[in-house]
């Protein structure tokens, strides 16, 4: 994944953007700037990058999220900063883009042709994914509902804790398809940190989950 000005991570519901968007704005923490994860994710209560912000924060990344107790809630509430950085910060600024609803928030920003990166994340074990027809066809309804042009695919093919390295490298073919029929490039892999070594030759987003349901207890730690 280049590491851009501003850049986009969408994907389908489960596709693991969340994950990936904040594994990647951790790996910008080496820049001058400090960068920003912007939370616009409105789908569910579950599984957003606001509810590790104090984590991050301690790591170096500003998550930026709804003031008050409406970062706990699932409206659309789009933070001001969040405006303001896509549009004015002169630091490296990710953002975590829910569904159709981030997209569409996207969308009235109308952001300018060569100012971002659009990656979408793609889990082809996922139902809604499951082709590269299917993937191709979503890829362009976000673009246009978002008024975007993605410029990368991310592969992120993983059956959660049993994932194995053959799963990722049977999925990638399935991406690189979809890549084919959208004339973009795979940025990257995405692969849980342990199967790493496993991998061998590919380009690497290794992550360590930390995205779980309210009732685990194991908090999510970065270290």
Same mark, same amino acid.
């Given at each position: 994944m280049e590491k851009a000005a501003r850049t986009l991570v969408v994907g389908h519901f489960g596709s693991g953007k969340t994950e990936v968007a904040v594994f990647f704005a951790l790996s910008l923490c080496a820049e001058q700037k400090r960068p920003m994860?912007?939370? $616009?994710?409105?789908?569910?209560?579950?599984?957003?990058?606001?509810?590790? &912000?104090? *984590? $991050?924060? &301690?790591a170096g990344v500003e998550v930026v999220r709804p003031a008050g107790d409406l970062w706990r809630s699932d409206l659309p509430v789009v933070a001001a900063r969040a /405006? *303001? &950085?896509?549009?004015a910060?002169?630091?490296?600024? /990710?953002?975590?883009?829910?569904?159709?609803e981030g997209a569409r928030v996207l969308g009235s920003m109308r952001l300018?042709?060569?100012?971002? =990166?659009?990656l979408m994340v793609v889990n082809p074990y996922r139902p809604d994914t499951g082709s590269p027809e299917q993937v191709a066809r979503y890829a362009r309804w976000l673009e246009e509902i978002g008024r975007i042009r993605l410029t990368g695919l991310v592969n992120n093919a993983n059956l959660g804790?049993?994932?194995?390295? =053959?799963? /990722? $490298?049977?999925? $990638?073919?399935?991406? =690189?398809e979809a890549a084919r029929l959208l004339d973009l490039p795979v940025c990257c892999t995405a692969v849980r940190a342990d199967l790493v070594d496993a991998l061998p030759g590919l380009k690497l987003l290794p992550l360590r989950l930390c995205m779980?349901?309210?009732? =685990?207890a194991e908090p999510f730690a970065l270290a």
């Open positions: 994860l912007l939370d $616009l994710d409105f789908i569910t209560p579950y599984y957003r990058s606001r509810d590790v &912000a104090d *984590q $991050l924060a &301690a /405006v *303001q &950085a896509m549009t910060y002169d630091g490296p600024v /990710v953002a975590d883009i829910g569904g159709g300018g042709p060569g100012t971002y =990166e659009a804790p049993l994932t194995r390295p =053959e799963h /990722v $490298l049977e999925g $990638l073919k399935q991406v =690189e779980r349901p309210p009732w =685990e």
